[in-house]
């Protein structure tokens, strides 16, 4: 049991590039989360998805997209990569949303951008 | 005015020592209380939850809630090295999203 998986661990990239930063879990939850932790900064949600083929945005959505095409897994998307994108992307996943339901979450993806 | 304050420290204390953090929020709606812990190139895992007031203790641990004042406290007894890492508070209302505080980084000096 594997429990939440990212890729990659760690990449540059520059300015105007895209990425598509990777996630699965083999819980079989239906919850997944995008996060970003900047220093000092907590988590702020990217975007979030309910089941396959339902996502929702979160608090920080500008600059990334996010799909759903089955329960395992949750793809993150960034389609012009800016300085303000460099990092630190959680994934996490719940059986269920709030109500005191445990987050698990991904070892993380730390990029940088310049 | 963020819904969740927390202190990011960074907070340095000896081993042995009882260690306290906190987090203040506004939402009188939360009901869900929750502590993540976060090692250094980790993610976070969770360490506490508490559903509405009270205390509840785990080991070494202490997660109090004081809805009234709108505070929440984790407490660590006997504090080791190995206590050392970021300190995250997470609260929820219902079935919505959790919201974190910002973390605050504890380190453990042997």
């Known amino acids: 049991n594997a429990g939440v998986t990212q890729t990659p661990k760690f990449r540059i990239l520059k300015i105007g590039q895209s990425m598509t930063l990777q996630c699965t879990q083999d819980?079989?939850?239906?919850?997944m989360y995008w996060y970003r932790q900047d220093p000092g900064m907590g988590l702020k949600l990217i975007y979030y998805?309910?089941?396959?083929?339902?996502?929702d945005k979160g608090e920080v959505p500008n600059g990334y997209n996010v799909s759903r095409s089955t329960t395992e897994d949750f793809p993150l998307r960034l389609e012009l990569a800016a300085p303000s994108q460099t990092s630190v992307y959680f994934c996490?996943?719940?059986?269920?949303?709030?109500?005191?339901?445990?987050?698990?979450f991904g070892p993380g993806t730390r990029l940088l951008v310049l | 005015q963020k819904e969740v304050e927390q202190d990011p420290g960074p907070l340095s204390v000896p081993e042995g020592a009882i260690v306290s953090l906190n987090c203040t929020y506004s939402?009188?709606?939360?009901?869900?209380f929750m502590w993540y812990r976060q090692y250094s190139r980790k993610g976070p895992e969770l360490l506490m939850y508490?559903?509405?007031?009270g205390n509840k203790e785990d080991g070494r641990f202490t997660a109090q809630v004081d809805k009234s004042s709108k505070y929440i406290s984790l407490f660590i007894r006997d504090s080791q090295p190995s206590d050392s890492a970021t300190y995250l508070c997470?609260?929820?209302?219902?079935?919505?999203?959790?919201?974190f505080g910002q973390g605050t980084r504890l380190t453990i000096n042997p």
């Open positions: 939402n009188s709606a939360f009901q869900y």
């Open positions: 819980m079989n939850h239906n919850y």
């Open positions: 997470a609260m929820s209302k219902g079935a919505q999203k959790l919201v």
């Open positions: 996490a996943s719940s059986y269920k949303q709030g109500e005191g339901e445990t987050q698990y």
């Open positions: 508490t559903y509405s007031s």
């Open positions: 998805s309910v089941g396959a083929g339902i996502t």
